[in-house]
């Protein structure tokens, strides 16, 4: 089945201690993306990668961190994280359509809880 | 840059009735557009995307959504709400060319037996 996979789903962690969130899709997508949504303002990009070694910030990078080295996988980390950095997390992949028309596959979403 | 507006945070219909979800956007080239929609404890999922071809672009679940460029608009509709579709939507807007997408802040559908 083709679909795009996060973990953890939930995590109550506090502040300062690193972390990670997983995300990998099986689609062979080079577009992935990560976003948070929070009650209000929807959903903000944070990063994204174009391809393999290619990310860029989105509208709120600060406090994050990503890297992808292999295709399927595009991790993302906190190293320091903060009460503001509570919110729901979504992975996303896409194909790159040079039209830039891309449908956009989401993980289920990764609840993240900073004490 | 680009942007969405969603009208209505959240909205309410009784069940059988027309549900309008309303999005006008803002993008300063030809922009591609779309409808997502997102179930409880649910990822995001495709419900419609315009893309030039037709002004008139028909989703799933019986959604459709209609390109008015003179309004900047392209609100979503279906004539009769089922309980199923109880969900919060999201209008979403990419320019040609550009894989960035910039999402609404949402709205929340409820719809009343």
């Known amino acids: 089945e083709a679909q795009v996979t996060q973990n953890p789903r939930y995590l109550i962690t506090v502040t300062g201690k690193k972390l990670t969130v997983t995300c990998s899709q099986n689609m062979n997508h080079e577009y992935m993306s990560w976003y948070r949504q929070d009650p209000g303002l929807g959903l903000r990009q944070i990063y994204y990668?174009?391809?393999?070694?290619?990310?860029d910030k989105g509208d709120v990078p600060e406090g994050y961190k990503v890297s992808r080295k292999e295709k399927r996988n595009f991790p993302l980390i906190l190293e320091s994280p903060s009460p503001n950095q509570t919110s729901l997390y979504f992975c996303?992949?896409?194909?790159?359509?040079?039209?830039?028309?891309?449908?956009?596959?989401f993980g289920a979403g990764s609840r993240l809880t900073v004490l | 840059a680009q942007s969405v507006t969603q009208l209505g945070s959240h909205v309410s219909v009784s069940e059988g009735a027309l549900v309008l979800l309303r999005c006008n956007y803002s993008s300063s080239v030809p922009p591609y557009l779309f409808w997502y929609v997102q179930y409880p404890n649910q990822g995001l999922q495709l419900l419609l995307k315009y893309t030039s071809a037709a002004t008139l672009v028909k989703g799933i679940n019986g959604f459709e959504a209609e390109f008015k460029k003179s309004e900047t608009s392209f609100h979503l509709t279906k004539p009769s709400a089922h309980m199923s579709d109880a969900a919060e939507y999201f209008c979403a807007v990419s320019p040609f060319g550009n894989e960035k997408l910039t999402f609404g802040t949402g709205t929340r559908l409820t719809i009343i037996p």
């Open positions: 996303a992949s896409s194909d790159r359509v040079v039209s830039g028309a891309n449908v956009l596959t």
């Open positions: 990668s174009m391809n393999v070694e290619v990310t």
